[in-house]
C-alpha cells in the first residue's frame, strides 16, 4: 500500500480515527505522517472543528441515544439545544441562562472548569463587583475579629452595612 | 486615517524585528471576545438584525476617545473588495473566515499601526486584538483591554457572574481571552524535535496552529502557540502561562541553533547559502518553497551567516509575497504561474542587499 498523501512512498503509518461513530482511517509513509504531525487539520477531512464540537456537546459515542427533541428552544433567539449541539454554536447570551443544565459537563469537559474568576464589567457587572467586595470584607470582618481588633472591625462592619443598602 | 492606509502599507508594527525576543517570536497577540445582550449571536443574524447590531456598535464606538481623537477608524466589508479584506488576512488583521463575506454589517476597526484591531460581527460581536512585535503579551493586554473598557462604557456586554463573558462557541467562554504568540523555530525542525516538543505542549493546556490561525498549515518552520482553556484562569494566569512556555521554547530554540553552529557549521551554512542562492536566482517560485527558504535566510540573518537585510525587511516579505499582496503590487489579478514569477521578482528586489 503506498502513501495517501504522496503516493510515492511505502504507507508505514496506519492512522484509525473515531468521530461520532464514524471511522477514519488515514494510511501514511512516515515523511508524510511526520508533516501533520499530532495536529491532522485538513479541511476535506470529517476531522473538522465543528464535528469536533459537537462530539464535546455530546457524549461522544452515543449521541444519537439520548432523547433531544423535546428541549424547548430559547424564547429570546428560537435556538434549541439539538441545533447547539450540531453547529457547536449557542444562539445568544440566554442560551446560557436556558441549557445552564445542559451545558454545564460541556463546559467542565473543555475547560476542565465552569466558574470564570477572571475580569468583570464594571457596568454589566456592578452587582457581581459588589458582592465579590462583600465577600472580601466579610473575610476581613473574620480575621479582624479573631484576632482581637474590635475597632477595626466595627469600621468593617460599617462598611458591610454600607454595601449592604447598595446591592438590595 | 483611513483603513485602505493600512492596508496599502506594506508595513505594520507586528513586523518590528527589533522587540524583545524578536528574532523567535515573531509577535505576540491577545484577543478579546465580547458579544452584546440578547442580540443573537452572528451566525444567526439576518440583514436586519446585523444592520441593527452594527448600529448599536457604532453608536458606542463613536462615543471611544480613540475614535474622537481619529485615531482608529471603522469599515464595513461592503466597503472594501475581496482583495482588500484579503490583504487584512494576509497582515493577520482579521481572520480567513471573516473576509469571505462582503456584508454590510460585518467588518473591522483599525488603528494607523496596524497595533490595534477589532473584528465586528465575526463568530463574536466583537473581537477586540492587539498585535504587537516579539514578546509583549502584557503590553498587549493592556491595550486590548483599554480598548474593551471604553466600549464597555457604552455597550451592555453579555456577561454571566458564574460563566464569564459570553460567547458563541463555549470554548471562548469566561475570559474571552486568547493568548498567542507566533513563534519561528527552524533549529527544532531541522533537529526533528518539533513534534515531540508541540505534543508536551498540548498537555500543559496550549494548542499549535499554522502561520493563519485556525485549520491552516505549519509553513516556512512558524507555529503559533495559544491558550486552549479560556475558563476558571484570570487574563493574568493565562498571559503568564503562555509566557513562560514561550520563553521555554525560545531557550531551547536558542541552544539548538548554538550546538548547530559547533556541530553543523558547513551543513548549516551550505543549506542557508543554498537557500539565498535559489531566492535570488529563481524566476518562479510558489508560495511554499519561498517560504521555507526564507525561514532559512531568516536563520542566516538571526545567526550572524548572512549580512545586509534586516529582520524587519524579512517580515514584510513573508507578507508581502502573499497572493493578495502580490497582485495588489501587480495590480491585476494574476493567476498562479503569474503570481509565481511576480513573487520571484519581488523576493529578488528585496533580497539585493544581502551579503
Redesign the interface.
Known amino acids: 500500500m503506498y502513501c495517501e498523501e504522496c503516493k510515492q512512498k511505502p504507507a508505514a503509518v496506519h492512522l484509525t480515527q473515531v468521530f461520532n461513530g464514524n471511522i477514519i482511517q488515514s494510511h501514511l509513509c512516515e515523511e508524510c505522517a511526520?508533516k501533520k504531525?499530532?495536529?491532522i487539520?485538513d479541511?476535506g477531512n470529517k476531522f473538522s472543528?465543528p464535528n469536533l464540537?459537537s462530539s464535546?456537546f455530546g457524549s461522544g459515542y452515543n449521541m444519537d441515544l439520548t432523547p433531544v427533541a423535546e428541549t424547548p428552544s430559547c424564547p429570546?433567539?428560537g435556538?434549541n439545544y439539538k441545533n447547539i449541539r450540531e453547529?457547536?454554536?449557542?444562539?445568544?447570551?440566554?442560551c446560557?441562562?436556558i441549557y445552564e443544565q445542559e451545558?454545564e459537563p460541556?463546559?467542565r469537559r473543555?475547560?476542565?472548569?465552569?466558574?470564570?474568576?477572571?475580569?468583570?464589567?464594571?457596568?454589566?457587572?456592578e452587582k457581581?463587583l459588589l458582592?465579590k467586595q462583600m465577600e472580601d470584607l466579610k473575610a476581613q470582618l473574620q480575621e479582624a475579629v479573631n484576632m482581637e481588633e474590635y475597632e477595626k472591625a466595627a469600621g468593617i462592619r460599617d462598611s458591610i452595612k454600607e454595601l449592604e443598602t447598595k446591592l438590595a | 486615517m483611513n483603513v485602505k492606509d493600512v492596508i496599502y502599507n506594506n508595513f505594520v508594527t507586528w513586523m518590528d524585528g527589533d522587540a524583545e525576543n524578536g528574532d523567535i517570536v515573531i509577535s505576540s497577540r491577545i484577543r478579546l471576545a465580547r458579544?452584546?445582550?440578547?442580540?443573537?449571536?452572528p451566525?444567526?443574524l439576518d440583514q436586519a438584525k446585523g444592520e441593527d447590531c452594527l448600529k448599536i456598535i457604532k453608536g458606542a464606538w463613536q462615543e471611544s476617545p480613540a475614535y474622537q481623537q481619529g485615531q482608529m477608524e471603522l469599515e464595513t466589508f461592503d466597503h472594501l473588495s475581496s482583495l482588500d479584506r484579503q490583504m487584512l488576512v494576509e497582515k493577520h488583521l482579521i481572520s480567513p473566515g471573516h473576509a469571505e463575506t462582503n456584508s454590510s454589517f460585518r467588518g473591522v476597526v483599525l488603528n494607523q499601526d496596524g497595533s490595534l484591531s477589532t473584528m465586528i460581527n465575526e463568530?463574536d460581536h466583537l473581537r477586540i486584538q492587539c498585535l504587537l512585535p516579539g514578546l509583549q503579551l502584557d503590553e498587549c493586554y493592556t491595550l486590548a483591554?483599554g480598548l474593551d473598557?471604553e466600549l464597555?462604557?457604552q455597550?451592555?456586554?453579555?456577561?454571566?457572574?458564574?460563566?464569564?463573558?459570553?460567547t458563541?462557541?463555549?470554548?471562548n467562554?469566561?475570559?474571552g481571552?486568547r493568548a498567542s504568540v507566533m513563534l519561528h523555530l527552524p533549529a527544532m525542525q531541522m533537529t526533528g524535535q518539533?513534534?515531540q516538543i508541540?505534543?508536551n505542549i498540548?498537555q500543559l493546556g496550549m494548542t499549535?496552529?499554522?502561520l493563519y490561525g485556525?485549520?491552516?498549515?505549519?509553513a516556512g518552520n512558524f507555529f503559533q502557540m495559544s491558550n486552549q482553556?479560556?475558563?476558571?484562569?484570570?487574563?493574568e494566569e493565562i498571559c503568564t502561562h503562555l509566557r513562560a512556555i514561550t520563553v521555554q521554547l525560545v531557550e531551547q530554540e536558542r541552544l539548538l541553533r548554538e550546538r548547530l553552529q559547533v556541530d553543523l557549521k558547513y551543513q548549516l551554512e551550505d543549506k542557508i547559502g543554498r537557500a539565498y542562492g535559489i531566492l535570488s536566482h529563481a524566476r518562479i517560485i510558489n508560495s511554499n518553497e519561498a517560504l521555507s527558504l526564507l525561514s532559512d535566510v531568516r536563520l542566516g540573518i538571526d545567526m550572524g551567516i548572512l549580512q545586509g537585510i534586516k529582520p524587519n525587511d524579512l517580515n514584510e516579505l513573508v507578507v508581502a509575497i502573499r497572493p493578495a499582496h502580490l497582485q495588489k503590487r501587480a495590480e491585476e489579478e494574476m493567476d498562479a504561474t503569474g503570481r509565481d514569477i511576480k513573487r520571484a521578482q519581488v523576493i529578488q528586489e528585496k533580497l539585493q542587499g544581502i551579503q
Open positions: 511526520a504531525g499530532g495536529f487539520f479541511p472543528i464540537l464535546i429570546n433567539c435556538i453547529t457547536g454554536k449557542l444562539g445568544c447570551s440566554e446560557y441562562r451545558l460541556t463546559l473543555i475547560h476542565g472548569n465552569s466558574q470564570h474568576i477572571g475580569k468583570i464589567p464594571s457596568r454589566g457587572g457581581v458582592r | 458579544n452584546l445582550r440578547e442580540i443573537p449571536f451566525h444567526l463568530e483591554q473598557d464597555e462604557s455597550l451592555e456586554y453579555a456577561f454571566d457572574e458564574r460563566r464569564g463573558y459570553l458563541a462557541c463555549p470554548t467562554v469566561g475570559t481571552l518539533t513534534n508541540l505534543q498540548g499549535v496552529r499554522g485556525e485549520g491552516t498549515e505549519v482553556i479560556t475558563m476558571g484562569q484570570t487574563e
